[in-house]
């Protein structure tokens, strides 16, 4: 099943989140260029220091660009629907993917979100699974939302609270 509207999009904030988180790995990539262009300017290695900066910086453009559009791209192809055969989920872009959880198969349904995450005000929901792909992960969610969809899934699933 190809998942097309009126299947449930997440929220438009998860966009800048993930951009954020993107940004920060590209962060984390432009401190080791310039440290690694420090070191080798500091050994007197000006060819290398030159060659390491340059190439660096370029790398550090060229993920800061991707950011912006793989964060667009990935919104834009996010797409989830729970049906009386279970929960449905769509993703990726360039390398698209189809997961169906059926109900009977769910174990677990739980919220987590970690301190950026919530500094949107967003949350995941995680379904764990009785099978060899073990779970999937529904990002960028409100808690209002999340606390629907696990209510939902869970009583599909026969899940009893506090079990």
């Known amino acids: 099943m190809i998942l097309r509207e009126p299947a449930n999009a ?3 904030r998860v966009r800048t989140y993930w951009l954020v ?4 790995v590209t962060g ?8 690694g262009t420090v070191v080798a300017a500091l050994l007197d290695a000006t060819t290398v220091a030159v060659l390491v900066g ?4 370029l790398a550090v453009v060229v993920l800061a660009v991707l950011s912006f559009v793989v964060a667009k791209l990935d919104y834009r192809h996010f797409r989830y629907e729970v049906t ?3 929960l449905y ?9 189809y997961q169906v959880v059926p109900h009977a198969r769910v174990q677990t349904v739980d ?4 301190p950026l995450l919530r500094a949107f005000g967003l949350v995941a929901v995680e ?3 009785a099978s060899a792909a073990g779970s999937t992960s529904i990002p960028g969610l409100t808690p209002d939302v999340a606390d629907r969809l696990v209510e939902e899934l869970a009583r599909r699933a026969g899940i009893e609270e506090g079990t």
């Open 111 to 114: 919220t987590s979100a970690g």
């Open 21 to 24: 988180e993107s940004l920060l």
């Open 28 to 35: 984390a990539v432009a401190a080791l260029v310039i440290g």
């Open 84 to 86: 009386d055969l279970g």
């Open 127 to 129: 379904v764990r699974t």
């Open 54 to 57: 340059s190439i660096g910086a």
């Open 89 to 97: 989920v769509a993703r990726g872009w360039l390398w698209r993917s």
């Open 10 to 12: 997440l929220d438009p």
